[in-house]
């Protein structure tokens, strides 16, 4: 078995898995923009198309309810320089290859920690394929916003490989180490969860630490990490509302994520990036509630193995590197569902790691076969996997038929592709069927009522708009949108007080401007329709449009 193990070379390690990590996503480098790839992040507000480093800096000052991650807006703003726009328009191709030849350094990143921790060069490369080829992993590699994720597991790998390995100059061995971790946290806010990682990962090296003595070694990566963990919060506290998990409840959930996640990375079919598993529907069934029984049963078994200190290493990391989206804390996607396949990105290293250890001490005699059928059964499961991410239309039709009647998100997201394709009707079923389901959904109403509105269901159109306004009373589009219902109409009154009411909220809009003179001007008051309204829209240079969506 020596033999064989000199025989796999570190350059062959590497050469298989970038070969298969290649062969395995090659196929998403064709695939469209999806979910929020442009409506939050790919569009000309964030980089603009004449000069995509035009507002990279404005990236680096933290904002409310936006997402700290200035390094993945710079990458962002890089790729669209260099062939990501193309006729003034995003192309997702090279931000695809991106998202996929990152993947494939951290694949590297991963077999060399690997190979270090366990001091085994097959074992490492089969760890490895189990960390890149996971099918749960697709969510992260295909969609092109999670860049971020995989930027943020980049720098924070490169900052555990680094702190394992290097161990000269203790002041050169901290500073690389904390500009890695700062990094991560700056390509994602939760990448902060690998100052805890290395302070675990320095418990596994050490023999029979004491905590006292991991703090004192470590304790400067817990202070580094303390601002940004505020920054976080301010980015996300405002949009949590009404939807923030109890904290009674929160330990049940969070153990049920739990073994909801041994369950998909262990037997990954499935998958979806809509679960719909939210607090409401836990309560509405709780036979979903059973991975929490695979939690506990995992956790039992650490107390039979012999290797309890590899086996508790790889839980542990497995459970810290999602804790900040573990429904301890409250998060806004939870609105979603308190489970996502990208959250465990970096966990899988845990697993990861014991399936290497395995293989290495227990497994000897299958380690080839293993490098023959691991990938095979990958394959086989990903294929299915992977094709839905190709549009907007096949991502949420994928989760409707898994996953149907559980969250409203994954209609409205229907429902528009469908509207994109000109199916009509169709959306507009869909648009109500994401009401049936939340009666608070004012997205559903808002789209339904400008389905209807193009439907020249006025009054109904108005109905939704009106829904709308009271749900979220800070909803622009409706007051404008309703607002030219009632234009359409002749309710003249009805539609300039929406149309001020709309400008109150955002004075910017200046489309809203044109709308509001020709209110005015069909009530007979051309005067002050000109010198209050159209003189404002001659001097911006707009042209007058029926919508703004």
């Known amino acids: 078995m020596a033999a064989k193990r000199r025989n796999f070379s570190p350059f062959l390690s590497i050469l298989v898995l970038i070969v298969l990590n290649i062969f395995f996503y090659l196929p998403s480098l064709e695939y ?29 000052v933290p904002k409310k309810d936006k997402m700290f991650m200035p390094i993945t807006y710079f990458f962002w703003s890089f790729i669209s320089s260099i062939g990501g726009v193309v006729d003034g328009q995003f192309v997702p191709y090279p931000f695809h290859l991106f998202n996929l030849i990152v993947h494939i350094i ?10 270090k921790l366990l001091n085994s060069n097959l074992p490492a490369v089969l760890g490895a394929l189990f960390f890149s080829l996971n099918p749960v992993q697709i969510e992260s590699v295909v969609w092109i916003s999670e860049a971020r994720g995989l930027l943020s597991a980049l720098f924070g790998f ?66 580094l990490v303390v601002p940004f963990v505020f920054v976080s919060f301010r980015g996300e506290a405002t ?6 998990i109890p904290l009674a409840y929160r330990p049940i959930v969070w153990m049920n994520a739990i073994g909801f996640y041994i369950q998909k990375i262990l037997v990954p079919v499935n998958l979806s990036p809509g679960y719909g598993i939210t ?5 509405r069934d709780i036979l979903h509630l059973y ?36 429904n301890l804390v409250s998060f806004y996607y939870q609105y979603w569902s308190t489970v996502a396949d990208r959250y465990v990105y970096i966990s899988i290293f845990g697993f990861a790691f014991l399936f290497a250890y395995l293989v290495e001490n227990h497994f ?51 429902g528009m592709a469908l509207e994109a394709k000109n199916q009509i009707m169709s959306a507009l079923d869909d648009y109500s069927e994401s009401i049936e ?35 979220n009373p800070k909803f622009v589009n409706a007051y404008v949108n309703r607002g030219l219902c009632f234009l359409e109409i002749g309710n003249l009154d009805s539609a300039i007080w929406d149309f001020d009411k709309a400008l109150q909220l955002d004075s910017t809009q200046v489309d809203v401007v044109l709308y509001l003179a020709e209110a005015w001007e069909k009530k007979d008051s051309l005067e002050k329709s000109t010198t209050n309204t159209i003189a404002k829209a001659v001097f911006y240079g707009y042209n007058k449009k029926r919508r703004d969506n």
């Open 364 to 414: 000897k005699k299958l380690q080839y076969a293993f490098l023959i059928v691991l990938p095979i059964i990958y394959f086989i499961l990903s294929r299915s996997e992977i094709v839905k991410w190709q549009n907007e239309y096949t991502l949420w039709n994928d989760c409707i038929e898994k996953y149907p009647k559980r969250i409203p998100q994954v209609y409205l997201g229907r």
């Open 106 to 115: 951290n694949s590297l990143l991963v077999f060399l920690l690997l190979k």
């Open 158 to 223: 490169s900052a555990l490989l680094f702190f394992v390995s290097y161990k000269k100059n203790v002041f050169v061995h901290t500073s690389i180490t904390s500009i890695l971790i700062i990094l991560s946290i700056l390509s994602k806010p939760s990448g902060i969860v690998f100052s805890l990682l290395i302070i675990l990962t320095d418990w596994f090296l050490q023999n029979k630490p004491k905590a006292v003595d991991l703090l004192k070694r470590n304790w400067f990566y817990l202070i």
């Open 279 to 283: 607090l409401a529907f836990l309560k």
């Open 291 to 326: 991975p929490i029984l695979i939690a506990l049963a995992v956790l039992v078994l650490g107390i039979f193995v012999r290797f309890k200190k590899h086996y508790f290493y790889s839980l542990l990391f497995f459970v810290v590197a999602f804790l900040p989206v573990s």
């Open 437 to 471: 389901l939340d009666s608070n959904f004012y997205f559903g109403y808002y789209n339904r009522g400008n389905v209807l509105f193009d439907l020249q269901k006025y009054d109904k159109a108005i109905a939704d708009f009106t829904r709308t306004t009271q749900i």
């Open 239 to 244: 949009k949590i509302i009404e939807f923030e």
């Open 32 to 60: 469209d923009f999806v979910w929020d790839d442009k409506d939050l992040y790919i569009n000309a507000k964030n980089i603009p198309l004449n000069n995509p480093w035009g507002n990279l800096w404005e990236h680096f």
